[in-house]
């Protein structure tokens, strides 16, 4: 260290660009920010590569342009036409605002503006050329009403900063990903890109969020989709979410725009996650587009320096409106639709006797006397209840497969197969939560349970005892590593082998998996509702078919059970049709 002195400015500036241009995704996020700020409804955006990676960034709009003046003004560090002073900031519209993009980006690479402005009739253009920070060219050109920036030679003269750069198919991918998540927050701007000559996405003008949700990911995806919508005194939300079979192993596909801007926030999206409850399998994310409108004042954009985060304020109110919307928008669907066509075809082509027949041959199993499952007749009766709404569509039961599935025909020529025990512990689940922490939830036992176990389960069944508690567990130390159970969850009283399922339940819950502290509660839930549904390979009467297809109607949400998995698989009458060509 020798003596402390100012940094040139070329130096401030080059450090200033670190901030904000990081990547050739993050020169081709300010030039189309900029090109939206301008109120352009074309954009274009092409990429030019060869086998050292990308070497050019154009971006084309049809926006209001520069006057020769405006153009050089541009390239000023904090020069801007967005915000006045501070207090413009709590109403801003635009995505810039503080007026260093251009300049950052100039300053490490090669950057060539030609611009015409729309308003007082130029007659001809400006091009303005900037290398290094440094003008190196202004002079007048013909050019059409709008503006084309084109970057080159990006980090030339920062090398340290281009060694960072990945292989070219990443930074295009990261390109990709810029503009997916710009065309989705304006779907008021068609967007076109073309690399090295080729179209690689397009999305049209005012068409909708779904439209541009379709010209991104393509019309599968967007078919697929449920329409989600809230809305506060001071906030409104729409955007489209994944039916829960479509869903992923991390929150990345969960996008989220405010004010037209593109936001990075863990908080929303687990809001959004959130919404799902069990219908998704834990760590699965859903498919999501959130498009929120909340008024300026409430949201602070001056928090990060590529304004990919903003501040809340009110954010529990708006997090609790996002759950709401997407709990709403996931309630009022079909979701058997979910399941994709090949896979309701196998099911129903493994065991390919007729429904009627499967029928017929339930009823002579039952009609002989033999087997007649008093079990699952006391499990069904327990979780009886009346008065809820019904949520699947009217069925009649045909029969069974395999002694697992249940055959059923809807009152509109549709098939249905329901996976009994996925079923029964759907009505099982919404049974215990009901009763979490109420009397009824537990059930004395006659004969107390003895339980003796090694010393590190018996450390930590000692210490689930509250949590067990909660749940209709009632259980006592007895001694030393013994322990007395002496009520069991109601959901489990029908259990013939009490002693075996309690110890089961206690073993499954000490099994790791269920550590961390607030997901317990919710796997003591599931395991309950697993032990004391009816299982697979039960034989079921027609009645007890019956009673449990009005059970599950009555859930709340009866086309999955409490692991994420399908309750229902569902043929329409046109799915079937199209099956066997009638179509
Ligand atoms: P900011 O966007 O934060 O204002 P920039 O450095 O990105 O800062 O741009 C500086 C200014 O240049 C903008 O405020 C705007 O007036 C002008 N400008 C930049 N790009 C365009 C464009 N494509 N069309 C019209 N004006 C532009
Ligand atoms: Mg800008």
Same mark, same amino acid.
């Given at each position: ?97 503080? =007026? ?24 001809? =253009? ?98 697929? !989709? ?101 709990? =709403?928008?996931?309630? =009022? ?81 549709? !098939? ?29 036992? !006659? ?137």
């Amino acid at each position: 260290m020798t003596e402390i002195h100012l940094l040139d400015p070329e130096t401030v500036n080059q450090i200033a660009a670190g901030e904000v241009v990081e990547r050739p995704a993050s020169v081709a996020k300010e030039l189309l920010e900029n090109a939206i700020d301008a109120g352009a409804t074309a954009i274009l955006l092409e990429i030019t590569s060869d086998t050292t990676g990308i070497t050019k960034i154009q971006v084309t709009d049809n926006g209001e342009g520069m006057t020769p003046e405006e153009a050089v003004l541009a390239f000023q560090p904090h020069a801007t036409s967005k915000i006045r002073d501070i207090t413009d900031l709590s109403r801003i519209q635009t995505l810039g605002f503080r =007026g260093e993009a251009l300049a950052s980006i100039a300053a490490v690479a090669e950057v060539t503006m030609i611009t015409r402005p729309r308003r007082g009739g130029a007659l001809s =253009g400006t091009r303005v050329l900037v290398r290094g920070g440094e003008v190196v060219e202004v002079g007048e050109v013909g050019a059409p009403e709008g503006t084309t920036v084109s970057v080159e030679r990006l980090f030339y003269n920062t090398p340290a900063r281009r060694k960072f750069l990945k292989s070219r198919n990443t930074e295009l991918a990261h390109v990709y990903g810029v503009v997916e998540s710009l065309a989705l927050a304006h779907d008021e701007i068609a967007f076109r890109v073309v690399h090295n000559g080729k179209e690689r996405m397009a999305t049209q003008r005012s068409a909708g969020l779904l439209a541009t949700i379709a010209g991104l990911y393509g019309a599968d995806l967007a078919r697929s !989709l449920l329409p989600v919508e809230g809305r506060l005194p001071f906030l409104t939300i729409r955007g489209y979410i994944s039916r829960p079979s479509e869903n992923r192993g991390n929150p990345s596909q969960i996008s989220v725009t405010i004010n037209g801007r593109c936001i990075v926030s863990r908080k929303i999206a687990a809001a959004v996650r959130e919404g799902y409850g069990n219908l998704l399998p834990k760590d699965r994310y859903p498919v999501a587009f959130m498009d929120l409108a909340i008024d300026t004042g409430l949201v602070d954009v001056n928090v990060h320096p590529t304004k990919r985060e903003v501040r809340l304020s009110r954010e529990h109110e708006i997090l609790e409106a996002v759950t709401a919307a997407v709990r =709403g928008a996931l309630a =009022g669907h079909d979701l058997s639709r979910d399941s994709p066509e090949e896979s309701a075809q196998q099911q129903i082509v493994v065991d390919n006797k007729q429904p009627m027949q499967v029928a017929r041959e339930a009823d002579a199993i039952y009609s002989a006397g033999h087997r007649r499952p008093g079990l699952a007749d006391k499990r069904l009766r327990r979780t009886e209840r009346e008065g809820e709404k019904n949520l699947l569509p009217e069925m009649e039961p045909i029969g069974q497969v395999a002694a697992t599935y249940i055959v059923a025909e809807g009152v509109d020529g549709s !098939l249905y197969l329901i996976d009994q025990h996925a079923a029964h512990e759907r009505i099982l689940y919404d049974q215990v939560v009901e009763q979490r922490d109420a009397e009824s939830a537990a059930q004395e036992l !006659l004969v107390p349970v003895i339980l003796t176990l090694p010393p590190k389960e018996s450390a930590a069944l000692r210490e689930a005892i509250p949590l067990l508690r909660g749940e209709g567990f009632v259980v006592d130390e007895f001694g030393r590593d013994t322990f007395a159970i002496r009520a069991v969850p109601t959901a489990l009283g029908a259990v013939e082998d009490a002693a075996g399922t309690v110890r089961e339940t206690i073993a499954d819950l000490l099994s790791g998996d269920v550590r961390p502290h607030t997901d317990r509660r919710e796997a003591v839930t599931c395991i309950i509702a697993c032990k004391g549904a009816i299982r697979a390979g039960t034989p079921l009467t027609p009645e007890q078919q019956r009673l449990l297809i009005s059970q599950l109607a009555r859930t709340k949400t009866p086309w999955t059970c409490p692991h994420g998995r399908p309750t229902v698989v569902a043929l329409d009458r046109k799915r079937l049709e199209k099956m066997f060509g009638r179509t």
